[in-house]
């Protein structure tokens, strides 16, 4: 099959991935935590025009939903909370040391040729033309863990889990255009829940041990 | 023999040539329109090398002849580059030499001239210029290499011409991994144009100057030549970009109309893209030397990134 | 019918109307009411299910057979137990300040919204729901797990939030994975994630999907059931929390997550022809069992080096499973059993102990059989049962599982038979002198409720001696369900 007898709508959903993984990449190579709440707002708004796409093309109506709890939770809840809660806590000009940027941007890279070449069997089988979405969404995951690992501030490494759910709701949406209703609806509700346990826990890290430095959070070990 | 083909070929050439002082201007102006200031009219280029040309040249006694020939041998071989840019039309007759490869290897071939010319007195800014600029050059390639790969692997075709032609005929497409390409092409033509956020043309402070400080030692003809090579180089790029990403109006057939209807879209297009680098050249500052390599490695992810887009989403 | 619906609403209600009496001096009771009433209607389902055989709900959304009907009982079973030591151990944190009331409202809601959560994952047959449940039921734990509100425990709690999470996203995508597969089958999408559906149409889904989700959810899953070299969060979590979190994380929430390896293992197999997600699940199982029993050696906290225990015995069970033939799941399932009760007791035991002489480290803990005999016991008999030595059920299981391995792995024996003395050394050797040691001054009994160790304690003793033709009948059928043939 050649590229060429996609339709607009499926050329669209293509160009969001892509643009989906490069924010991904952005949200590694950012290191202000302001800009890097706002880049993970941006990567929801892409996850939700996705989703609306789809949704219109395939008359999945029940993905509309999906949507406007995408819109309402990614795009807005969760970012303006984190954003409320850098300003609360007084971190917004904390710009954090990443390790060796050009390593991890290349680790990076690594784990997208890695997730191609993990799902290559699977393209073979979809008649959907947005099939290949599925590497991308397998690299959003990657690189969402890669953003956990390294970095030390708490709230990035929620950002890098809520980046992972992008990737997973990018999956169900654009590889089998949406699953089960209740599916996505409980989802979204572990969602909500794990972001506000997020702002709870950021609360009790810096009560007691005054810095949100996961560095800091070094007391227990393996073996003594 | 295709005569009339030649004549537009040698037209094209002219033309770009003659353009690309205006280029200049035209972004100076804007830029000082963006920050209130008055700024020189937009042919005030045209003045400046035509006052260079009437200069005497003075040179230093050791001057080795390579100095005295860098400014021709750089001035040729970006008009070699400049006439086999598909510019307003495609088609004509240097289209079989206008491959994309050879485009940076023509770069390559201007630049190391010029560095050789930079270190050939021993002054020590001559010196530090080169460094600078082998430096960055050494990263910029790989970047526009990559980006260019990815646009040659979509066309099976590393001719500019037959890119551009491609685009023109298909129906139209949406590629993921253009916009990328586009990205990374438009990061690597500020570095390789010496524009802020890497050079800042307008400025001879000597702990920030690339550039400048290789042609510091040149004055009169000499001088105006290499001005005028770089400016021409800004241009190529600037029509290089808008004609691969964007090459909509670019005539099909070597017609009157359909040509003059692609000089203009050349005109608009060229003038939208210095307007673009005007506007974000008031926003940004430049960047310390030391960070230039985050730039521009951010430049080649991106391209690699087009290059993956590629592979996994538009390959089946 | 009914059962199945009460069994999940009973301690939805208990969740919602402990958040708003959970603080007062009845919770603890209530708690264990609520608890009561679960145990009750779950065997009344577990009834159900062994007289009429399997129950699917209309629209599929529920599906109740022999394998899960046994976890529904065993889940109600030990978290009434445990609701039993909670009350009295509970009020004497609260006492001496450990928690306060806000705490305590939080700590009962979320017990019993931990054992809903578990209850969905059970009986659900949406394997969607099934990850949101697992998800869930990490949710309703994070909490306690930093109750105490010390350094270590918010550490404890966030280590356990962040690697869960992550790895459970995991889970979802091979969850995604399988809906892919099961959509390019099915024409009824709000059908592809029924797991009955699913299991019918197991030899028609694309193999390569399969194995591929397979990776992605043993490395989910394993995060929740402590897998090395996933199982960093599982210590912490358990010796940071209160110690009937400690008792339920270890002895029912491991279950739940093999739970659910295990029911995509019975989707995948028919699919792929071979047993290489059994062999996935056998490398994951033996090195948990090795490196766990080996890490047991240097632990200082009593909480962590049963938790080390849990890992250990966990990676077994899974390995057995792994392993693949019918007396080899026997043997799993009733390891999984006898694992939980044996567990539960101990780390009811080791929270008295604890209270005893309060502090968790080993070095302190001294001369429990003079200051409190019962514990010293208790503790005593719940290490000899863990260990596996006669005649406690663990002994029977693990048994079990050693002839199946000889039968179809015969080399691999001699590493099992090392990781477990690795184990049994590391066990006695911090055990004993806590047990018969020195007994240091300034110890005070504790007023403690041992009638839930003894009653698993002697169910266990009982397993050992005899499992009973019912329990041995009924794990027979899960058997049957799971590898196609039994043992009986």
Redesign the interface.
Known sequence: ????VLT?AE??I??L???M??TS?LLL?QTRLLTLIHIFALQGALLFATTLVIAFTYGRHHLLISAALTLGLKVFFIPIQMQKLVTRLDIKREVEVVGN??LI??G??AL??FS?Y??L??RE??MLATR???????AI?LL??LL?ISRRK?VV?VVG?MC??N??MF??VA?????????EM??A??VL??AI??G??FF??RT??GTLD?DK????K??? | MNVSGWILALGQTALLILLAPLLSGWIKWVKCKFQNRRGPIPWQPYRDLAKLFRKEVVMAQQASPLFRATPYLVFSVTVLASSIVPAFAVGLPTAVIADVIVMVGFFALARFFLCLAGMDLGTAFGGMGASREVTISSLTEPAMLLSIFTLAMTFTSTNLDAMVLHTLTQPFQIYPSFIFAGMSLLLVGVAECGRIPIDNPATHLELTMIHEAMILEYSGRHLALLEWASMLKMLIFGVLICNLFLPWGTALHLEPTAIAVGLLTLGIKLMGIGFVLAASESVLAKMRLFRTPELLSLAFIIALLGMLGHVILEVH | MNALYLTLLLPLTGAVVLAFCGHKRIAGRLNLLFCIATFITSLRLAADVFFHGSILTPQNFFYVDAFNVYLVLLNSFVGMTTAIFSSPYMAHEQSIGKVKAGGMRLYHSMYQGFLFTMLLALLTNNLGILWVAVEGATLATVLLVSLYRTPKSIEAGWKYFLLCGVGIAQALFGTTLIYFAAVQIMPDNNQALMWSVLYEHASELEPTVLLLAFVFLIVGYGTKIGLVPLHNWLPDAHSEGPTPMSAILSGLLLNIALYAVVRFKMLIDPALGSNIAGHIMMAFGLLSFLVAGLLLHRQRDIKRMFSYSSIEHMGLITFAFGIGGPLATFGALLHMIVHSLTKSAIFITVGHAAQVCQTQSIDKIRGLIKTQPEIGWGLLIGTIAIAGLPPFGVFTSEFLLFSATIKSFPWLVISLLFGLSVAFAGLFRHVQPMVFGECPTGQVKVKANMWPVAVHLCIILWLGIAVPDVLAGWIDQATIMITGKGVL
């Open positions: 099959m050649n590229f060429t607009l050329q669209i293509l160009t991935a892509a643009l993984l490069f990449f190579a940027p050009s941007m290349f990076a890279a997208v040729l191609y993990a799902v069997p699977i089988l979809s290949n979405t599925i590497a991308v969404s397998l995951v969402g863990m956990i708490a490494q889990f992972m759910e990737g997973l999956a169900a590889a089998t255009q949406g699953m089960p209703m209740v599916v409980g989802v509700l572990d829940v794990a346990l997020f709870i826990f009790q890290i007691e041990f996961v959070l070094n007391l227990l393996e073996v003594d």
